[in-house]
């Protein structure tokens, strides 16, 4: 007999998940609520944050970016066979640092040489 791991399990909900909210959709509420709580999550992060000495601003951006990362590596991890949804979050946190450093040979890489 074989046994589901917690992952395939919680991947298998999430996918029944998806499935439902798409098929609910139509009417908008179950979308509303996962914005609700999506909200909620990105303000209790900024608000930790926050606490912890980080500038409003700096924590409520840092929030958005963090769930923007987080909804994308969940989004492909369900696209995919794979039960490892850490590897999609390391890598969406991964492609967001690229995106926020300068390109090779770009006038903000220069500049931020000068600055040391």
Same mark, same amino acid.
């Given at each position: 007999?074989?046994?589901?791991?917690?992952?395939?399990?919680?991947? !298998?909900?999430?996918?029944? $998940?998806?499935?439902? !909210?798409?098929?609910?959709?139509?009417?908008?509420?179950?979308?509303?609520?996962?914005?609700?709580?999506?909200?909620?999550?990105?303000?209790?992060?900024?608000?930790?944050?926050?606490?912890?000495?980080?500038?409003?601003?700096?924590?409520?951006?840092? $929030?958005?970016?963090?769930?923007?990362?987080?909804?994308?590596?969940?989004?492909?991890?369900?696209?995919?066979?794979?039960?490892?949804?850490?590897?999609?979050?390391?890598?969406?946190?991964?492609?967001?640092?690229?995106?926020?450093?300068?390109?090779?040979?770009?006038?903000? !890489?220069?500049?931020?040489?000068? !600055?040391?």
């Amino acid at each position: 007999m074989t046994t589901a791991s917690p992952l395939s399990s919680a991947r !298998e909900r999430s996918t029944s $998940a998806a499935v439902n !909210e798409i098929i609910f959709n139509s009417c908008g509420v179950c979308l509303y609520g996962a914005q609700l709580k999506s909200r909620a999550n990105t303000a209790a992060v900024a608000s930790a944050l926050n606490q912890r000495g980080v500038p409003d601003r700096l924590a409520s951006l840092a $929030a958005q970016v963090g769930t923007a990362a987080l909804n994308y590596a969940v989004m492909s991890w369900l696209e995919s066979d794979s039960d490892d949804l850490d590897r999609y979050v390391v890598q969406a946190f991964e492609e967001v640092r690229d995106l926020s450093s300068p390109a090779p040979g770009s006038v903000h !890489e220069a500049q931020a040489g000068t !600055e040391e």
